[in-house]
């Protein structure tokens, strides 16, 4: 059976860039909330304008993945509880093993440096936005539901976690 992996971080933290840096092509699939977004809404179109396509689309294709018999990871920025456990609740648990978390801590600075890296294209997240979701962050919880939650610090490179030993 297969994992699932969900990311957690703030934008400009370095989710995207650990999964391609860090996660062979062979270890599963990569689902990523923003290219699902991207797939979905015009370049004129507001980011948030088709939402709900969106989540569903995102939960269908963990599901779907799930379900083939690999390991996913989820590419979102599943700052707080309440979003975690919003996702976790549609996706279909026993079609795998167990549901990690991979948070990836970075400080509110990079974070902000590594966005303006993205002004004018539609990676780019205002500035406040960014603060805010620094600020509303909750520090995940293997009582989540999570077998295992591993925290990068990218200034180290170093990966450490919380749960079952391996």
């Known amino acids: 059976m297969n994992d699932l992996y969900l990311m957690c971080g703030v934008p400009g933290a370095g989710k995207s860039t650990f999964l391609k840096n860090k996660i062979k092509s062979n270890k599963g699939v990569i689902i990523s909330r923003d290219k699902i977004r991207f797939s979905l809404i015009k370049p004129d179109e507001p980011y948030f304008s088709k939402e709900r396509e969106v989540t569903k689309t995102l939960w269908d294709k963990i599901n779907k993945e799930l379900a083939s018999g690999n390991t996913v990871f989820v590419d979102q920025t599943s700052l707080t509880r309440k979003s975690r456990k919003w996702l976790l609740d549609h996706i279909i648990t026993n ?59 990218s200034t180290n490179d170093e990966i450490t976690y919380k749960g079952v030993i391996l």
């Not at 079609?95 to 970075?106: A, K, Y």
């Open 95 to 153: 079609n795998c093993n167990h549901i990690n978390l991979i948070w990836i801590d970075e400080n509110l600075k990079t974070c902000l440096e590594r966005n303006e890296q993205r002004k004018g294209t539609r990676g780019y997240v205002p500035r406040e936005s960014i603060v805010n979701m620094y600020n509303s962050f909750e520090e995940p919880s293997l009582d989540e539901g999570f077998y295992r939650i591993f925290k990068y610090n």
